[in-house]
């Protein structure tokens, strides 16, 4: 397949300028090996999901990391986190080192990094595909868009979506859970899992799940944590602000693709997605992983909230720079009604200047004020 060329590679490149090491997370799939290829082609790559690689190189680290030359990528090192520590010994010893280390698990491979090269790595996130990275993305349904999610296979047209999706649920979802936890009955993951994608857009009630499955609240706040390690699902969390306010203090779950989300809810089809009643939070998923996208496209950390309060007003989106607030109200119709502000221009009147920018994401032609397509989000600020 042709190269995708991913948005992040001007920060990645940049890092590379100034640190020894640079390291790139994200989820299994999202193409990180492919884009240290192409942007890294000088170093010499080697693959730690291969056992008998890893065998060989815990027999001699310090030896591995001299014979592999000047400029190393090491993908999937959360199979070895051990060899960040040897990696340490060698920037420190030979200035001239370069590494590249990929991992899809952000507990295993980070806990290492920050034990070890605080100080010495360039650290960034890759997701799956932004709209716009998407070769004509504009010419494609909404429904489409959102059911085929953003992995490049499915992009590039390699496997179908919900073949993809399945066997990436089977082989990496599961498949981590099993290795991270003592998972003795995986039904009752499974039904965790497509509980937790019904929620989606919603705030998330762990005692409430843990009755509905019959575990522990405990046991579904550890999944939890496992999906977010894995970059399958995330929390985000609400708003707070010095205001004469009761604000939840309770974080909503979103997942990194709505390809998967949409395996999970038992979507087959574009068609059975267009009439689906989570196809509004389905739509709302996109914008928030789209505005974190161009974050982590950036180099940048997450700067993305929600605001509601207790008895009910709510903002989707809330995004902080520095002083300023983005806000965005995001909603899936094609038809533009007056109501779609309302909330925006409360949290305006509300907070006053502090409200840099306002905009409207929805489904349909972006014709009135303040209003976006989900497909120009990214360019909204």
Same mark, same amino acid.
């Given at each position: 397949?042709?190269?995708?060329?991913?948005?992040?590679?001007?920060?990645?490149?940049?890092?590379?300028?100034?640190?020894?090491?640079?390291?790139?997370?994200?989820?299994?799939?999202?193409?990180?090996?492919?884009?240290?290829?192409?942007?890294?082609?000088?170093?010499?790559?080697?693959?730690?999901?291969?056992?008998?690689?890893?065998?060989?190189?815990?027999?001699?680290?310090?030896?591995?990391?001299?014979?592999?030359?000047?400029?190393?990528?090491?993908?999937?090192?959360?199979?070895?986190?051990?060899?960040?520590?040897?990696?340490?010994?060698?920037?420190?010893?030979?200035?001239?080192?370069?590494?590249?280390?990929?991992?899809?698990?952000?507990?295993?491979?980070?806990?290492?990094?920050?034990?070890?090269?605080? =100080?010495?790595?360039?650290?960034?996130?890759? %997701?799956?595909?932004?709209?716009?990275?998407?070769? +004509?993305?504009?010419?494609?349904?909404?429904?489409?868009?959102?059911?085929?999610?953003?992995?490049?296979?499915?992009?590039?047209?390699?496997?179908?979506?919900?073949?993809?999706?399945?066997?990436?649920?089977?082989?990496?979802?599961?498949?981590?859970?099993?290795?991270?936890?003592?998972?003795?009955?995986?039904?009752?993951?499974?039904?965790?899992?497509?509980?937790?994608? @019904?929620?989606?857009?919603?705030?998330?009630?762990?005692?409430?799940?843990?009755?509905?499955?019959?575990?522990?609240?405990?046991?579904?706040?550890?999944?939890? +944590?496992?999906?977010?390690?894995?970059?399958?699902?995330?929390?985000?969390?609400?708003?707070?602000?010095?205001?004469?306010?009761?604000?939840?203090?309770?974080?909503?779950?979103?997942?990194?693709?709505?390809? %998967?989300?949409?395996?999970? %809810? @038992?979507?087959?089809?574009?068609?059975?997605?267009?009439?689906?009643?989570?196809?509004?939070?389905?739509?709302?998923?996109?914008?928030?992983?789209?505005?974190?996208?161009?974050?982590?496209?950036?180099?940048?950390?997450?700067?993305?909230?929600?605001?509601?309060?207790?008895? +009910?007003?709510? =903002?989707?989106? =809330?995004?902080?720079?520095?002083?300023?607030?983005?806000?965005?109200?995001?909603?899936?119709?094609?038809?533009?009604?007056?109501?779609?502000?309302?909330?925006?221009?409360?949290?305006?009147?509300?907070? +006053?200047?502090?409200?840099?920018?306002?905009?409207?994401?929805?489904?349909?032609?972006?014709?009135?004020?303040?209003?976006?397509?989900?497909?120009?989000?990214?360019?909204?600020?």
């Amino acid at each position: 397949m042709d190269y995708i060329y991913r948005e992040i590679t001007p920060s990645i490149e940049h890092g590379a300028n100034y640190y020894p090491v640079v390291v790139i997370s994200g989820p299994a799939g999202s193409g990180k090996s492919t884009l240290c290829r192409h942007v890294f082609a000088s170093y010499k790559a080697y693959d730690l999901t291969d056992l008998a690689l890893r065998e060989k190189i815990m027999l001699d680290p310090r030896g591995f990391l001299k014979d592999c030359g000047e400029k190393t990528i090491l993908n999937e090192l959360q199979h070895i986190p051990e060899l960040v520590s040897f990696i340490r010994m060698e920037v420190d010893e030979h200035p001239e080192r370069r590494f590249i280390l990929t991992g899809s698990n952000r507990y295993d491979l980070m806990e290492s990094i920050t034990k070890s090269l605080a =100080v010495r790595a360039a650290m960034y996130t890759l %997701l799956p595909l932004s709209i716009s990275e998407l070769e +004509g993305a504009s010419g494609v349904s909404t429904d489409t868009l959102l059911f085929n999610g953003f992995f490049p296979s499915v992009a590039a047209g390699l496997i179908p979506a919900s073949e993809f999706h399945s066997r990436y649920y089977t082989t990496y979802v599961e498949r981590d859970v099993r290795r991270l936890r003592n998972l003795t009955d995986i039904a009752q993951f499974q039904k965790f899992m497509r509980i937790l994608a @019904g929620r989606v857009g919603s705030e998330l009630n762990a005692s409430q799940i843990a009755g509905e499955i019959g575990v522990s609240s405990p046991t579904v706040k550890s999944w939890i +944590g496992l999906l977010e390690t894995s970059y399958i699902a995330l929390q985000l969390h609400p708003y707070f602000i010095n205001i004469n306010k009761r604000l939840t203090k309770t974080p909503k779950i979103y997942f990194y693709d709505t390809g %998967l989300l949409c395996f999970l %809810l @038992g979507i087959r089809n574009a068609e059975q997605l267009s009439v689906h009643p989570l196809r509004g939070a389905i739509f709302e998923n996109v914008a928030v992983i789209e505005l974190l996208k161009r974050r982590f496209n950036d180099g940048k950390l997450s700067n993305i909230y929600f605001y509601r309060e207790n008895k +009910g007003r709510e =903002v989707d989106i =809330v995004q902080e720079f520095g002083a300023g607030l983005d806000i965005y109200e995001v909603r899936s119709s094609q038809t533009f009604n007056k109501s779609f502000l309302r909330n925006l221009d409360y949290l305006q009147r509300l907070l +006053g200047d502090r409200v840099s920018s306002r905009h409207l994401v929805y489904d349909g032609d972006p014709i009135p004020p303040y209003a976006i397509n989900l497909r120009r989000i990214a360019d909204a600020r």
